[in-house]
């Protein structure tokens, strides 16, 4: 599986921004897929996930600005972030792991794949 993140930038505090991935996964595959984000001497941390039916996780610190979502037919995965805040200033990754019988598509969860990271910076 490879991934391909793009569209990150810099923007002011309060704009938005759009990431993309471009995911080497067939769109009837059931993979769980999502953001993270590692801050400068931060743990990486998750964003938001979003299953093969559509069910999203988002982090608190994210809901209501961030929203996950999927074009299946070319495999590309997005992540519009709104209202965006000098500390959501970090490196994005994209990930995916193969769903498997009783997991949880959730932020919390250990991904297999991952991308090489865009960089968002929010200035004040």
């Known amino acids: 599986v490879q991934l391909a993140e793009s569209g990150g930038g810099s923007v002011q505090a309060a704009g938005s921004l759009r990431l993309s991935c471009t995911a080497s996964v067939y769109a009837y595959m059931p993979y769980c897929m999502g953001w993270f984000r590692q801050a400068p001497g931060k743990q990486r941390e998750g964003v938001a996930v979003?299953?093969?039916?559509?069910?999203?996780d988002y982090s608190d610190s994210v809901k209501g600005r961030f929203t996950i979502s999927t074009d299946n037919v070319q495999n590309i995965l997005y992540l519009q972030m709104n209202s965006l805040k000098t500390q959501d200033t970090a490196m994005y990754y994209c990930?995916?792991?193969?769903?498997?019988?009783?997991?949880?598509?959730?932020?919390?969860?250990?991904?297999?794949?991952w991308g090489q990271g865009t960089k968002v910076t929010v200035s004040s």
């Open positions: 990930a995916a792991i193969r769903r498997y019988l009783g997991m949880k598509c959730t932020v919390s969860i250990n991904f297999k794949y």
């Open positions: 979003i299953d093969k039916d559509g069910t999203t």
